[in-house]
Every structure is written in structure tokens, then in C-alpha cells.
């Protein structure tokens, strides 16, 4: 029993050790900038925010949306519940944010038939859209 605990105690040091000294290597990670990349963030105020059908209509979209191969990564969200302040809007229904490693793979989504398809499909949805489209600063 005593060799056990003996273990158990070694084990839990060591664990500890090693993530105190891959912690910030993790970290360093995590505030790297984004290169190289195009970033297409797009922001939609739908005609009937309310309605749960129109909504779950609108998810399936971009569920299928996402699937076009020339995105490297997506994000899709609702406003966050931050603080209230003059610089925030939280007055859209939706964002999406897609990345793009290069110009050419985001004109290739832009006539893709899935992006197409998406159109046709849920631009009677919404009231509003607002597209953002940027690169990196070369430092």
C-alpha cells in the first residue's frame, strides 16, 4: 500500500512538473497572430429573429455552407451576452466567420454551388447583411 501511494504521489509531481513547463509554450501558441490568412466575417440580421424555424432553417444552411473545401476554419455564433457599450453591436442574429488561406480560395467559395445553393435558399431570411473581408498587416 505504501509503494502505491509512494506512485500515485510521483505521478501527480511529475504531471504537475510537466505541465508547468509546456504551459507556456501552450500559451505563446494561443497569442500567435493568424498569417497568411483571409478572414470573411459576415454578420446577418434575419427578418424574423423569433421564430425558431426560420432559425433551425437557417443553421441547417450554413451547417451545409461550412462544407465548402476551400475553408480552413469557421466560426458560426449568435451575439455574445457582453457588456453593453456604445463600440458593441449585439443587435444582429448571426455571425460567421470563415478563414481562408489565400484570396483565390475565398473567390473559389464565392462561386462555389454550395455558396450559391445557400443563397438561393435563405437569402429570403434575412433583412440584412454585412460582410467583412480581411488580411494581416505584413510587420
Known sequence: MQNRRSFIKKLAIGSAVISLIT???KMKAMNDPIENMLIHHVYFWLNDP??????????????????????????????ASTEKRE???HSYTYSLMLMFQS??????????????KFVEENSMLWDKVIV?????IAR
Open 23 to 25: 504551459f507556456p509554450k
Open 50 to 79: 423569433e421564430n425558431t424555424d426560420v432559425c433551425k432553417q437557417f443553421e441547417k444552411g450554413i451547417s451545409k455552407l461550412i462544407k465548402v473545401e476551400t475553408i480552413h476554419q469557421s466560426h458560426f455564433g449568435r451575439p
Open 87 to 89: 463600440v458593441v453591436d
Open 103 to 116: 484570396q483565390n480560395d475565398q473567390d473559389v467559395y464565392q462561386v462555389h454551388p454550395i455558396h450559391k
Open 132 to 136: 467583412y473581408d480581411s488580411t494581416n
